[in-house]
């Protein structure tokens, strides 16, 4: 069974500090892979997607950027915060390019 | 661009009633959507509860059912009679086969389910 794992749970960073997340997807081989961002009472947006190592594409401006340096982890970076970073964090995995998506347990971030 | 409509933001139902979660999409593509419930059980992960990628089917799983019905862009959530456990935050969702952004899932914004005793 394919199991994707997400860290940290939770973050506190302050504004102007680097941040990385990580995912890590186990038992499933060249999956595509995929960041989503949650603001508080907002709704999901996805900001990445990669279908191969060392190719990650951006579909919202968020001053983040993705990587993918192996074929199951995605990481997710900045070097500056902003306030409007905090929210949830999801990354999610993909057996096909529109096939359902399966959802890690999720990172928090609160930027001060 | 695509669009996901819940109305709802927050459901209360007595336990052993029917529910009904409202979900209307709107898709500029010419593709027929890819339709899509998903649930966030308290201290959970969000999980895929069902999905259907052809108008007019139905889909089911742990007795709820959402028909497909590209005539009123809708794809309502149903159960017969809800349970405490299905308290959560259920979300609808779609893509579009074919569309420039691999995979990209649009959202709705979520209908919270509050079961009571």
């Known amino acids: 069974a394919q199991t994707i794992h997400q860290w940290p749970v939770a973050e506190i960073k302050a504004v102007g500090s680097p941040l990385s997340l990580g995912c890590t997807i186990k038992?499933?081989?060249?999956?595509?892979l995929y960041w989503y961002w949650q603001a508080t009472g907002g709704t999901l947006q996805q900001l990445f997607y990669?279908?191969?190592?060392?190719?990650v594409e951006s579909v919202v401006q968020l001053n983040l950027s993705a990587s993918r340096p192996k074929d199951d982890q995605f990481i997710l970076s900045t070097e500056k915060l902003l306030l409007s970073h905090s929210g949830f964090y999801l990354c999610?995995?993909?057996?096909?390019?529109?096939?359902?998506?399966?959802f890690g347990p999720g990172t928090r971030l609160t930027v001060l | 661009g695509d669009s996901v409509t819940q109305t709802e933001g927050q459901v209360t139902v007595s336990e052993s009633k029917s529910l009904i979660i409202n979900c209307t999409y709107s898709?500029?593509?010419?593709?027929?959507?890819?339709l899509f419930w998903y649930v966030r059980y308290p201290g959970e992960g969000l999980q895929l509860l069902l999905k259907?990628?052809?108008?007019?089917q139905k889909g089911s799983s742990r007795g709820f059912e959402a028909t497909y019905n590209k005539e009123t862009t809708s794809f309502h959530l149903q159960k017969a009679s809800v349970q405490e456990s299905d308290s959560a935050v259920y979300y609808c969702?779609?893509?579009?086969?074919?569309?420039?952004?691999?995979?990209?899932?649009?959202f709705g914004s979520g209908t919270r389910l509050q079961v009571y005793a």
């Open positions: 999610a995995w993909s057996p096909g390019t529109y096939a359902e998506q399966f």
């Open positions: 038992g499933k081989s060249s999956p595509n």
């Open positions: 990669s279908i191969t190592v060392g190719q």
């Open positions: 898709a500029t593509s010419i593709a027929y959507p890819n």
């Open positions: 259907v990628i052809t108008a007019g």
């Open positions: 969702a779609l893509n579009i086969p074919g569309t420039q952004v691999v995979g990209q899932l649009t």
